[in-house]
Each structure stands twice: as C-alpha cells, then as structure tokens.
C-alpha cells in the first residue's frame, strides 16, 4: 500500500503579471470528507464597473488509489454551501456537473490575494492511503452581454465575418440571435456556406459569445502541460507526446531535436517502462540535465500543440475549447464600435518582441527589453527562436495597450503562440455545443466528450487565430483574420501553435 501524500503543483505564470498563483499546505479530514489547502494569487481583481468582471482560479482534483494506480478525476459537491474559505475576501462558486470550483472575489477590489485556507468539501469523502493532486488555472469571467463579430478586415481570405455587404460592416451579436441561432442571411453571416458553416446555420445550441463563459487567462504553460503529462499512463502518455515516453532521460517530449525545439523545454526526467510504469516529465530550458530549476522555462508558452492535445488537454481539465465567436468577443468585449484591423487591445498600435530580445529568460521574471503600446511576440527571424513568457508584457503599472492584454484582461490573445478554435471551412459545427469536458481521456489519452471536433485543421473544425511568435505579416495578430480559414497546421504539432481554453457555466 502506498504511504498517503499529496502531491501539489504549483501553476506560476510569473511574478511580474496577474499570476503567481500558488497552492500549498495541503491537508485531509476523513471524518468531514474535505480536502483543505493554502491558496494565494497575484494582482486580483473584482469590477462592478464596466466591463463589470473578475478573474477566477479554477481548482480541480486528481486522485490516485492504491487499487487503480491511474489518475482519476475526483469530484466535489455542486452546493456552494458545502465548501468554505477563511475570511471574507474570497467566495467558492460550486458548478454544477461537480468537476472542481471557481474561486474569486467576493466583492469589488484590485491587488494580490494572500494565503487564505480553502476546504472543499469531496463528493466520495477523501482517504487516507490515497494520493491526490491539487490543479489551479487562473480564468477570467466574460460577462453575458453583446459584442461585435468582425470589424470588416478581410486579411488573407475573403471570408471574414461580419456584413458582407460595402462597407463590410460589424455584426453586432445579440440575446436574440445567441436564442435563434444565425441562419444564412448573408446580412448576419455573409457567404454562410462557404464560410464554414455547412447549411449555412449556427443552432441555438453554439456558443456564439453572447451568453457568459470562463476564459484561461493565460496560454496553457510549458509546467501545466507537463503537470497533465505525469497523470497520464504510459499508453496515453504515448499519443501526446512526440517521443516515446521510453526514450532516454532528457529527451524532447513534443518538441524536435534541439536546436529546434523553439524553446519547448519539456523534457523526459525519468524514462517509462512500456505498458507499465509511465515516464515523469520536467523542464529543461537551458539543457544542462538539472530538471526544473528557476531558469527552466516553465512559464513560456507551451508551443507543438495539436488539436487533439489540445482538446485531451482541455477535457482532462473539465474544460473545453472556445468558438471564433468567443475568441473575437474576448478580444474586443462590448466597445461600442469596432475599428478596422484592430488587435486585441483595441486598436492598431503594435510592438515588436522576440525571444532573442530578453531579461531574465526563462524564469517567472521573463520580460522582453522591448516596451510600447501593443507590445506582443511576432516577427521572429530565426525559427531556432520561441514563444515567450504567458502574460509577459503586463506588469503592475501596465495598461491594457501596454500590456497587449484584450477587453477583458485576458492576455496574449494577438501573438505568442496561435490560439485554437472551433471553427473552420465547410464543417459541420451543429453537433458541437456548450458543454464541458469530463475530466477523463480514453485508454489511448484521447479526448471523449461528444461534440467536439475530432482532427484539427480549417476543414475539420480546428481554426487557428491570432497570430503567433513567428507571423512575420502582422495582419495575422489582427482580431478578425481568418487567413487560416482552410489550412490544417494544427493536424499535427507545430511549433507555432498552443492554445487554452474555456468554461460554461
């Protein structure tokens, strides 16, 4: 039997942003049934006020039994009254299918959140001989509201959203179309067909952005992706990684070969035993064979993701990935209006950063030396270069132009790593719906919730949005490019593309 621990991973996305989340002094109480644990996070906030706002941790759990090794998602109780936190700073919002909690802000406020104690209380109670592992994704609530789709920017492909009439105007999303449906009024949704939506109709069921939703504020992180990794079991471990996870210690996981792994540190720490024992993964940006340390890079943005990593990701998490239409109405929120070629914080200024232009490279304090309204990664000359730091441009004194950060505060939406999306060329979107992962994967490390595109790719159902590291036109970073409308980088890993996710509720 094994000895009981409990495992905790500490999700920092750097101390210089809205981030530093940290969970520690984990506990158990056999008799309540309740798990506790320390939580604290940096620069917090609460609005009343337009956009009237919070952000969120999203805390789910992971547990391991003496009888079955894997990892399996525990469940906690969907009444808010069941689940508790020291002080009055902070409330637990239950949610509903019981697959983890939001906790936040209970009234309006800005700054750091120091360490409060948490207590959720378990649907299966909690056992001492078990092993349980505490997950933490910082979030941004996106009110329910209206929001315009399109700005009349064509970029690189003819069908962008919006009117498709002169002068190509913005659509505004409304309650009432969110209620409908969008059918194939080429005033709404112009070349409807052809645009990716085959009929020609969105059913009232997709989520077109109008109604409220959770966003991951950050990209998913090289240290989050690699927390996913070790829950998994050898066999799954094998689908979303590159390498088998039988390789020799300090093998790329999803990357390739250096010098080209475009600072994906993710490496083997400790090889798996085939159909037996799974490997367990560490970062090891600067190479030297010492796993993790302060300089590894587990704060950058994990690139070489697929579609299917990125959807087995967000199902493991409970989960699920974000619409064109939510992507656009993250970026730009409710302005009244919308300006043409616009980028993610709301106008057309941009700067420049590269990961050959830094201080403190691969640490919690990552920052380019570069600084300016829009300032975001694009234009890398090199494809030896990479993603950055999540959150990097946004620092305690920032504003949204200045910290490339969308309406809402949620960051690198233009740029870093491509964002990915349902959404596409010809597919078939009425079977994908509002609803979330279910914290578990097939046997093969699949994602299983219905619905849900199955192959990345344009075609297939899997867009990629908003530029990246090494876009080297800038009309890509742009809020309404659609230029990727049917190609299919996403089928497999590149080193471009990452991606995060989203959460109804």
Known sequence: MKNPIILIFLLVAGSLSANNLQISNPAVDPDRGTLSFSLSWENSWHMETEPGNWDAIWVFIKSQSCDKPAW???KVSALAVDHSVS???LQVDAVNDSMGVFIRRSRTGFGPVASETVNLKMVSGVNLTDNYQIFGIEMVCIPEGEYFLGDGTKGFNEWSFGSNLPPHEAVRITAALQEAGIG???????NAQANGVKGGVLPPTFPLGYSRFYVMKYEISQAQYTAFLNTLTFAQQVNRTASSPSAAKGTPAISYTPPE???NAIRIQIPGIANNEPALYACDLNGNGIFNE??????????????????AYLDWAALRPMTEFEFEKICRGEAAVTLAGEYAWGNTEITQATSANLDFAGTPDEIS?????????FGAESFEQGPLRCGFAAGTQTNRQQAGAGFYGVMDMSGNVAEQCVGGHKFDYSGFTSENGNGQLTTKGAADTRGWPAKGGGQ???IIRGGNWHSSHTTYLKVSDRSFLELNHNQGRDNRIGG?????W
């Open 261 to 263: 792994h475009n600072r």
């Open 72 to 74: 399996e998602h525990a």
């Open 87 to 89: 002080g009055d700073l």
């Open 460 to 462: 297939f159902g899997g």
């Open 500 to 504: 995060r996710g989203v959460r109804s």
């Open 294 to 311: 302060f300089d590894d890079g587990q704060n950058i943005a994990c690139n070489y993701l697929s579609w299917i990593d990125l959807i």
């Open 369 to 377: 030396r570069a600084g300016g309204n829009g300032l975001c990664a």
């Open 184 to 190: 194939s009024n080429a005033e709404i949704f112009p």
